[in-house]
Structure formats: structure tokens, C-alpha cells
């Protein structure tokens, strides 16, 4: 057997197995992107989030706390967790819209904060301590507010929200957080959009640690899995009031969003594809060497 037909595809998988080696070599972290909503701005060192407080190691330091502070209007630029420029990135407001859903187009947000000394340490100094909300018009009517996120890279993500009613510490005002991945952007949300990942959230400003919720009322925070599949999807992220008779509190509200990619679609830094080259290149010359002359 001639020794090329062997070396060959040899070298071809040698420079295959390069290309998917350098595809995950970006911390995925680098992508993670921070979201605080309300009228206070977090400070940079704050850990007092989900997903910042489970971390430890290099998270502990200086290099991802950055977040981006949003009030009642989109945003016109983003950074990452690690304070590099979050290009292409867009983040867009809905509230309701009157009609069982959300609009993006053009929201009515209300900005809630309160002060350090009616919560607890948890809550105290931390994004989780002010809010976007959304007023009821009635006592019986779920209003909701949330998010659309635009420019995501292809991958799965984790997405730790915090939603509570930060007028009130009554359990009963509780949050229903979902998610919903469209394939472009949207302007109304439905409230029972078919597709909505959801857990609920029970409202409390006494905890003094990090809680889970479920998919009934428990915990305060939900941790929701998305997939996102093309470059033009979007994230959707919805909030809605859990009142109840006792407690006529129906107002969906948003403290923040911290967003993780689990996995990414590789992108190939261009050595990669000079290499790449490099191996078509030396194909085709021993390809070539066995032709018979």
C-alpha cells in the first residue's frame, strides 16, 4: 500500500483536531453578560447576584463584576462581565400591553428602589435591591415587564433572573419568570406563548442566601436553560405578578438578569484558518506527488 494514503488523511485529522481544539479555548465566561434594572447603580464590586455569589476563584476578583445599569429606557451600548464592549449586543424593554401580553415597542416602565435598611444583607447594596416594574391597571390583572435580547451567540445558555415585588416583602406577591427564544425580533410577547420556560419565584426580602425556585412559588431566584440556534435569534424574558385574593398585588417585577453561555458554537481565530490553508495546500501537493506521470 502506498504510505500516502495513510499520511494524508493523517494530516488532515491532525489539522481537523487543532480546529476544534481552538474553538474551545474562549472562556465562556468572557461572554457572560450582566443586566441591572432600576433607578440605582450596582457598584462594580458587587457579588450579591446569583450566579456571582456561586462562583469562586478568579470571579472573586475585579475581572467579571461589570454590569450594565438599565433604567426605564433601552440602552444604547453593553459591556460584557469583564467590562470589554458587548458589539452587536442589544437589550430592548417591554411592558404590558394591555391586551395578555408584553410590547417592546413601545413600553410604560416604572422604575422601583428602596433603601438598604428595609432588607436584609442579601438584598442590601446589591442589584437585587431596586427594580423595573410595570403598574396594574386592576386588582385581579397580571401586568408584565421584561427584556428582549438580541445578538447572542449560538450556544446554550443559563439565565439567573431576580424578580421581586421590592414595595413589599408579602410572600404572596410572588414572580412568574419565563423565557422564550424567537427567530427575530418581536414586538409583542404573549403572556401564553406557546414554547415559555417558566418558574416561579416566591417574594421575600428575609432570605439570607441564594434559593432556587421551582415551578411553584419558592426560592428567589429562577435559573431558566435557552438554546439559541442562529445569530438573528432573540431572548425573550418575561416577568408576571403571582398575587392573590389576600394579596392583590399583580405588578411583574425585574431586579436583574445575569446571562452564562454553557456552551458556544465555535469561532476560529484566523491562524486557525491559516493553518487550515496551510493543510489543503500540503493535500493537494501529495495528492498530486502520487499521480502517475
Keep these: 500500500m502506498n504510505p500516502l494514503t495513510i499520511r494524508l488523511p493523517g494530516a488532515l485529522l491532525f489539522f481537523a483536531a487543532l480546529f476544534a481544539a481552538g474553538s474551545t479555548r474562549a472562556a465562556l465566561v468572557d461572554s457572560a453578560l450582566l443586566l441591572d434594572f432600576g433607578a440605582n447603580n450596582p457598584t462594580t464590586t458587587s457579588v450579591a447576584s446569583p450566579w456571582r455569589s456561586s462562583q469562586t476563584g478568579s470571579l472573586d476578583s475585579s475581572t467579571y463584576n461589570q454590569w450594565n445599569n438599565i433604567g426605564t429606557s433601552?440602552?444604547?451600548?453593553l459591556i460584557y462581565a469583564n467590562g470589554t464592549s458587548a458589539t452587536?449586543?442589544?437589550v430592548r424593554i417591554g411592558s404590558d400591553n394591555g391586551s395578555?401580553?408584553?410590547?417592546?415597542?413601545?413600553?410604560?416602565i416604572n422604575a422601583?428602589?428602596?433603601t438598604g435598611s428595609s432588607v436584609t444583607t442579601l438584598f442590601n447594596n446589591s442589584v437585587t435591591r431596586d427594580a423595573i416594574f410595570t403598574q396594574s391597571a386592576t386588582a385581579t390583572q397580571n401586568k408584565g415587564v421584561g427584556v428582549q435580547i438580541g445578538g447572542l451567540g449560538i450556544g446554550t445558555y443559563d439565565i439567573y433572573i431576580v424578580a421581586r415585588n421590592t414595595n413589599n416583602s408579602d410572600s404572596n406577591f410572588g414572580q412568574q419568570t419565563s423565557a422564550y427564544v424567537s427567530s427575530s425580533a418581536i414586538d409583542?410577547?404573549?403572556?401564553?406563548?406557546?414554547g415559555l420556560v417558566s418558574k416561579q419565584i416566591a417574594n421575600s426580602s428575609t432570605n439570607t442566601s441564594w434559593t432556587a425556585a421551582g415551578p411553584t412559588k419558592s426560592g428567589n431566584y429562577a435559573v431558566l436553560s435557552v438554546t439559541i440556534s442562529s445569530t438573528t435569534d432573540f431572548l425573550n424574558i418575561l416577568?408576571?405578578?403571582?398575587g392573590d385574593s389576600g394579596s392583590p398585588d399583580y405588578r411583574g417585577f425585574l431586579n436583574s438578569i445575569e446571562i452564562v453561555p454553557?456552551?458556544?458554537?465555535?469561532?476560529?481565530?484566523?491562524?486557525?484558518?491559516?493553518l487550515l490553508g496551510g493543510a489543503g495546500v500540503l493535500s493537494l501537493a501529495l495528492v498530486s506527488r502520487r499521480k502517475p506521470r
Design 112 to 114: 422601583a428602589s428602596v
Design 100 to 108: 395578555a401580553g408584553l410590547t417592546f415597542a413601545s413600553p410604560s
Design 262 to 274: 454553557t456552551s458556544l458554537a465555535p469561532i476560529p481565530e484566523p491562524s486557525t484558518y491559516a
Design 239 to 242: 416577568t408576571l405578578g403571582l
Design 74 to 77: 433601552n440602552p444604547s451600548s
Design 188 to 194: 409583542t410577547l404573549a403572556y401564553s406563548q406557546s
Design 88 to 90: 452587536g449586543m442589544t
